[in-house]
């Protein structure tokens, strides 16, 4: 078997929102860092942003061709006739579920950058009103740390990442390094400033990953619209074009392409990882790359299964499972609350090519506030994310000329999308599938994964309050939905290997550094203790900096 021994100082395994962080940091530190990535790499080569769909073979309009080999990943739009190849095939790479617990894991990618490449860019500080939630409502555990530990890496990820907002002075929604917001449309201002006065909430221009001002070579957004698509000006967050690009650019970090983790090698003896082995995904051949340590960033579900199917007879349920905790109290956000609006007599014109802000408005959490008393009907909170949209009027009835002027007729209308915090509960777990193989011959996973009478209660009242903030800023034509029932499908996993003080309750410390094996760390979201109801990206980059810079001390002291 081809072995690079001894080669490196850190092996970091993903190069998405985590280890594209990882890798920078600890290359531009000056270590040897080999960045193992199960995806192709990436490049500005692929950026379709600006083709129209008339170039493409199918127009962009035949779901049911993507779907024959993504028909989970395609659920999601984001997975289309420009992007499907960037996601994996469903086919080669599955996972299962109980029949009676549907679960969609969707945006599963296999490119440079991870989910980075196609994600919705909102980044949102959490506070200590989410690091010490248990405390205040008394249901599961603190975080190992507060919101002072964190803040200057928010600080630090924020400059660099190029994130537009406004200061709003709301202390469950820490202000941030912004740079200016974008302006808002006619309908978002209207619905903005009518919810404020009539219900007194504030209604915010979204927190986004998106630039409104140039820095480190990259370009201002110039509004064309399809991030996912990627952005050849640079002007959205992309691991494979910012942090991937710095650690590369040091000449400490190698890219590893197309190489999937298989498992953590180890010396028992010594109680320590040494490596990585791995499969090529064109060759199919397995390698093993060693490393003094190894950083785990391949997303919280692909994390766990790598930690899983690394059992030695020392841990024999789970490499650094010592507490038996790894693989359960993983959760997701809940998303099926929500409406819709029309706002007539806003606009007057629309074309094809109009330009197309790629940020909206955004509602902070209202519910369970510090100074409230407690609502009744559950625990945690929920934000919304608003976006608005000018569109023809497709819809408009008849035929003929009558058909044809009212299709023309501009449509300004707002979609309201509940985000909200999922209660970690033990049995929804991840576990391998003793019958199932992918086919480079990894064990997969079978995921346990449903919501609970929280959830429920919390979606109801998304719905709920989404009408009522519609109806409040004058809209017409307002459509609210909430499927409590509805298959899970989420795309903020977190808290596989959750971090904790007690080694007996948790995988991981407060640096992510599992608690068994002092060289072996999982900087995505595996470890997070809860999942506030605000995006978790910023968080997962924040830590994983944090936690990097631990990591090169204790290396340092050579207590690694
Ligand atoms: C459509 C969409 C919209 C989103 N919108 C938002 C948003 O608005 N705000 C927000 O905060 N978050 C958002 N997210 C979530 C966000 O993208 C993730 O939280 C973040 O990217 C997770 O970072 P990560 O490093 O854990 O994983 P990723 O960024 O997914 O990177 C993991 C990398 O690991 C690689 N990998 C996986 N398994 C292996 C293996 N066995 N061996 C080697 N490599 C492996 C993958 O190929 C991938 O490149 C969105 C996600 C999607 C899909
Ligand atoms: S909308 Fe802005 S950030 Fe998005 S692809 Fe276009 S220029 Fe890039």
Same mark, same amino acid.
């Given at each position: 078997?081809?072995?690079?021994? %001894?080669?490196?100082d850190?092996?970091v395994?993903?190069?998405?929102?985590?280890?594209?962080?990882? $890798?920078?940091?600890?290359s531009?530190?000056?270590?040897?860092?080999?960045?193992?990535e199960?995806?192709?790499p990436?490049? #500005? /080569?692929?950026?379709?942003?600006?083709t129209?769909?008339?170039?493409?073979?199918?127009?962009?309009?035949?779901?049911? =061709?993507? +779907?024959?080999? &993504?028909?989970?990943?395609?659920v999601?739009?984001?997975?289309?006739?420009?992007?499907?190849?960037?996601?994996? *095939?469903?086919?080669? !790479?599955?996972?299962?579920?109980?029949?009676d617990?549907?679960?969609?894991? @969707?945006?599963?990618?296999?490119?440079?950058?991870?989910?980075?490449?196609?994600?919705?860019?909102?980044s949102?500080?959490?506070?200590?009103?989410?690091?010490?939630?248990?405390?205040r409502?008394?249901?599961?555990?603190?975080?190992?740390l507060?919101?002072?530990d964190?803040?200057?890496?928010? #600080?630090l990820?924020?400059?660099?990442?190029?994130?537009?907002?406004?200061?709003e002075?709301?202390e469950?929604?820490p202000d941030?390094?912004f740079?200016?917001?974008?302006?808002?449309?006619?309908?978002?201002?209207?619905? $903005?400033?009518?919810?404020?006065?009539?219900?007194?909430?504030?209604?915010?221009?979204?927190?986004?990953?998106?630039?409104?001002?140039?820095?480190?070579?990259?370009?201002p957004?110039h509004?064309?619209?399809?991030?996912? +698509?990627?952005?050849i000006?640079?002007?959205?967050?992309? $691991?494979?074009?910012?942090?991937?690009?710095?650690?590369?650019?040091?000449? /400490?970090?190698?890219?590893?392409?197309?190489?999937?983790?298989?498992?953590v090698?180890?010396?028992?003896?010594?109680?320590?990882?040494?490596? =990585?082995?791995?499969?090529?995904?064109?060759?199919?051949?397995?390698?093993?790359?060693?490393?003094?340590?190894v950083?785990?960033c391949?997303?919280t579900q !692909?994390?766990?299964?790598?930690?899983?199917?690394?059992?030695?007879?020392?841990?024999?349920?789970?490499?650094?499972?010592?507490?038996?905790?790894?693989?359960?109290?993983?959760?997701?956000h =809940?998303?099926?609350?929500?409406?819709?609006?029309?706002?007539?007599?806003l606009?007057?014109?629309h074309?094809?090519?109009s330009?197309?802000?790629?940020?909206?408005?955004?509602?902070?959490r209202?519910?369970?506030?510090?100074?409230?008393?407690p609502?009744?009907k559950?625990?945690?909170?929920?934000?919304?994310?608003?976006?608005?949209?000018?569109?023809?009027?497709?819809?408009?009835?008849?035929?003929?000329?009558?058909?044809?002027?009212?299709?023309?007729?501009? &449509?300004?209308?707002?979609?309201?999308t509940?985000?909200g915090?999922?209660?970690?509960?033990?049995?929804?777990?991840?576990?391998l599938?003793?019958?199932k193989? #992918?086919?480079f011959?990894?064990?997969?996973?079978?995921?346990?994964?449903?919501?609970?009478? *929280?959830?429920?209660?919390?979606?109801?009242?998304m719905?709920?309050?989404?009408g009522?903030?519609?109806e409040?800023?004058?809209?017409?034509?307002?459509?609210?939905?909430?499927?409590?029932?509805?298959?899970?499908?989420?795309?903020?996993?977190?808290?596989?290997?959750? @971090?904790?003080?007690?080694?007996?309750?948790?995988?991981? %410390?407060?640096?992510?550094?599992?608690?068994?094996?002092?060289?072996?760390?999982? @900087?995505d979201?595996?470890?997070?203790?809860? *999942?506030?109801c605000?995006?978790?990206?910023l968080t997962?980059?924040?830590?994983?900096? &944090?936690?990097c810079?631990?990591?090169m001390?204790?290396?340092?002291? %050579?207590?690694?």
């Open positions: 078997m081809p072995t690079q021994s %001894n080669l490196y850190v092996i395994v993903g190069s998405g929102a985590s280890g594209g962080w990882a $890798a920078k940091r600890l531009e530190a000056g270590l040897k860092v080999a960045l193992l199960a995806g192709r990436q490049s #500005d /080569k692929n950026f379709s942003e600006h129209p769909p008339f170039a493409l073979k199918y127009r962009n309009q035949a779901p049911e =061709i993507v +779907r024959k080999l &993504r028909p989970v990943q395609s999601f739009d984001v997975c289309n006739e420009y992007t499907q190849n960037w996601f994996v *095939n469903d086919f080669d !790479e599955p996972y299962t579920t109980p029949s617990k549907p679960f969609l894991w @969707m945006g599963r990618l296999r490119m440079t950058g991870g989910r980075t490449n196609v994600w919705g860019r909102v949102l500080r959490y506070s200590d009103f989410d690091f010490k939630a248990a405390s409502d008394g249901y599961g555990e603190d975080w190992p507060a919101y002072k964190v803040e200057p890496y928010y #600080d990820v924020e400059k660099y990442v190029g994130i537009c907002g406004s200061a002075g709301l469950h929604l941030g390094q740079q200016p917001p974008m302006p808002l449309t006619c309908q978002e201002a209207v619905f $903005a400033n009518r919810v404020k006065a009539k219900l007194g909430r504030p209604v915010i221009p979204t927190r986004s990953a998106n630039l409104t001002k140039p820095i480190n070579g990259r370009g957004c509004f064309c619209g399809p991030c996912e +698509r990627g952005c000006t640079h002007s959205y967050f992309n $691991a494979a074009f910012t942090t991937v690009a710095d650690a590369l650019a040091t000449g /400490k970090c190698t890219l590893i392409s197309n190489a999937m983790a298989y498992k090698l180890t010396d028992s003896a010594k109680n320590r990882a040494t490596g =990585i082995l791995y499969i090529d995904r064109n060759t199919r051949q397995p390698h093993e790359v060693h490393a003094r340590a950083i785990l391949a997303q !692909e994390s766990t299964r790598i930690l899983l199917n690394s059992a030695t007879p020392q841990y024999s349920n789970g490499l650094a499972n010592s507490s038996g905790v790894l693989g359960h109290y993983i959760t997701a =809940i998303r099926s609350g929500g409406g819709t609006g029309e706002f007539p007599g606009v007057t014109k074309t094809i090519s330009p197309r802000k790629p940020v909206g408005i955004y509602i902070p209202f519910r369970n506030l510090k100074n409230d008393p609502y009744k559950f625990l945690r909170g929920y934000g919304y994310e608003i976006e608005s949209g000018i569109d023809f009027n497709f819809e408009a009835p008849g035929f003929g000329e009558a058909y044809k002027k009212a299709v023309r007729e501009p &449509r300004a209308s707002l979609d309201v509940g985000f915090e999922m209660l970690p509960r033990w049995d929804n777990f991840l576990e599938d003793p019958q193989k #992918d086919i011959g990894i064990p997969v996973l079978k995921i346990h994964f449903s919501d609970a009478e *929280n959830e429920r209660a919390m979606i109801q009242d719905g709920a309050s989404a009522e903030m519609l409040a800023a004058g809209a017409k034509n307002i459509k609210t939905y909430a499927h409590p029932s509805a298959p899970r499908w989420a795309l903020h996993e977190a808290g596989a290997a959750r @971090m904790g003080a007690d080694p007996k309750k948790s995988v991981l %410390n407060q640096f992510q550094q599992t608690h068994d094996i002092k060289n072996l760390f999982v @900087m979201a595996s470890g997070f203790t809860s *999942n506030p605000q995006n978790p990206t997962i980059m924040s830590l994983a900096v &944090r936690s810079d631990y990591l001390g204790e290396m340092k002291s %050579n207590s690694l």
